[in-house]
């Protein structure tokens, strides 16, 4: 029987073998993955950086999981080539495996600018910040680095930076935008994320037009800015980290003469346009001229496919996702969605927004005809979740504003007491998790956070979740003490 192979074993990929084997207990199953280490979580890397979490506490699948399921894993086994006509991939060690249904989940590459100091690849002391042995290398640099360089101040950059200030390093973001995190904040919050980190002992340069790396003995020693003037200055540095985004991951694709936008580019059954017996999810996917960057996205296309390839959901489709980025580092919380960029003075909107910036606290809500189409929560995000299911569903805001943005109003106190959330509210939004199946898991027995996750996954995307998860368990806790 000719079986299902997969290219590619990170987020999106594992999670697509283990929704498959969950609904088909026989189909035949290969994973191709790059990497030696088995799947893990790479949101929590900057914490594994900032030495809060360990390595190994990040995995998602167990050792043990892949024989117990009869899951061919060849881990740290690169593919080389598709053979459409064939059917078949053929891979680094010399084996050329034959598919079904071939599944393409490579994700994306940290992007290297062409610039002086990197035209011969790497220098000594600099690295991307992607994969869990990028992160091993820059801990081991860190520990004998005084000045670290960041450049890139996306989210990816925060999160290094973040890091490695806990590592207690010197840190000095540089970002060539205006604001910190443009994509997802405007300006007023870029503003107060930069003080933030300034308290966190992480400095930022902004507009800053970097032109290369300095390096000595092939070791970085700093990084060249250019001047408004014309001229030329350099940021001291032993230790360079560079994060000027990612690009998905497509040269197996176009060299098999699929159709590439950005990515490979997919219908809503999540097949190649090209080649229906190719299908593609996660990063290196692209539907509907979209390329989602977010665990959430990835982890519903893997849910989709597996349902229709496993005959358990034939009607399931993939017709898009509203993107919600989370952030959730020692020091810094964040949740944004959507159009956050409007202000006071455009036409048509409504915009509702709360300054602390001395507090780190920046809090934003964007309405268009009734409906919330953007928010940014900075600093204190407890309104997270009813914000989140606002903008999902697209459902009415509530006439007083300021529910939207602090606890203790009507609208808001949905989602920070349990009482008041009803079963459909979603908690874990990277697994599409609501209160009413933790409160099922809960009454078969699963107690503890850690019992919810194993049974629900909720709390193993971003993580920021955990808190809520918490706060329904304590109060079903509290309401079988006073049943008793």
């Not at 010399?94 to 992007?111: E, K, R």
Request: glycine share 12%.
């Amino acid at each position: 029987m000719t079986g299902i192979v997969v290219v590619g074993n990170g987020m999106a990929g594992a999670r697509f073998v283990t929704e498959l084997r969950a609904r088909d207990r026989d189909v035949p199953i290969t994973v191709f993955g790059a990497e030696t280490e088995r799947p893990y979580n790479r949101v929590l890397l900057s914490n594994v950086l900032a030495g809060i979490t360990r390595a190994e506490h990040i995995d998602l699948v167990d050792a043990a999981w892949y024989a117990a399921h009869g899951v061919d894993a060849r881990l740290g086994v690169e593919v080389t080539r598709i053979d459409r006509e064939a059917r078949v991939v053929h891979a680094a060690d010399g084996t050329a495996t034959p598919y079904g249904t071939l599944v393409l989940a490579t994700g994306s590459t940290a992007f290297i600018p062409p610039m002086p100091g990197l035209t011969d690849g790497l220098p000594e002391g600099a690295e991307v910040f992607r994969t869990l042995d990028d992160c091993r290398r820059i801990s081991g640099l860190a520990d004998r680095a005084r000045h670290a360089v960041v450049v890139g101040g996306g989210l990816l950059g925060i999160e290094a930076a973040r890091g490695l200030a806990g590592r207690g390093l010197d840190v000095t973001v540089l970002h060539l935008a205006g604001h910190l995190m443009e994509r997802q904040l405007d300006p007023a919050a870029g503003k107060v994320l930069a003080r933030t980190l300034d308290r966190l002992g992480i400095g930022t340069r902004l507009e800053a037009n970097v032109q290369g790396l300095r390096t000595a003995g092939g070791a970085v020693t700093g990084v060249e800015l250019a001047t408004p003037d014309g001229g030329t200055e350099v940021v001291d540095a032993d230790l360079v980290i560079l994060s000027c985004g990612v690009r998905p991951e497509v040269s197996l694709a176009r060299d098999a003469g699929l159709a590439i936008g950005r990515a490979v580019i997919v219908d809503d059954e999540l097949r190649s346009v090209t080649d229906p017996s190719v299908r593609a999810i996660g990063e290196c996917s692209e539907h509907r001229d979209e390329v989602y960057g977010l665990v959430a996205p990835a982890w519903e296309q893997a849910g989709v496919l597996a349902g229709l390839l496993a005959g358990t959901d034939p009607a399931a489709r993939f017709t898009g996702a509203r993107q919600i980025t989370r952030l959730k580092a020692a020091g810094i919380e964040l949740a944004s969605m959507g159009e956050t960029h409007f202000g006071d003075d455009d036409d048509g909107v409504e915009v509702v927004r709360f300054t602390d910036a001395a507090r780190g606290t920046y809090k934003k809500a964007v309405i268009r005809d009734g409906r919330l189409i953007g928010a940014i929560l900075l600093g204190e995000t407890s309104t997270a979740g009813t914000l989140s299911q606002l903008y999902d569903r697209s459902a009415p805001v509530p006439s007083e504003r300021l529910d939207l943005l602090f606890p203790g109003f009507a609208g808001a106190a949905e989602a920070a007491s349990p009482v008041r959330m009803p079963d459909a509210a979603t908690v874990c939004h990277c697994n599409n998790v609501s209160k009413g199946r933790i409160r099922a898991c809960w009454q078969q027995g699963s107690r503890t956070p850690e019992a919810i996750a194993r049974d629900t996954k909720a709390g193993t995307g971003c993580g920021s979740c955990r808190s809520a998860v918490e706060g329904i368990l304590g109060w079903l806790d509290e309401q079988e003490s006073v049943d008793a």
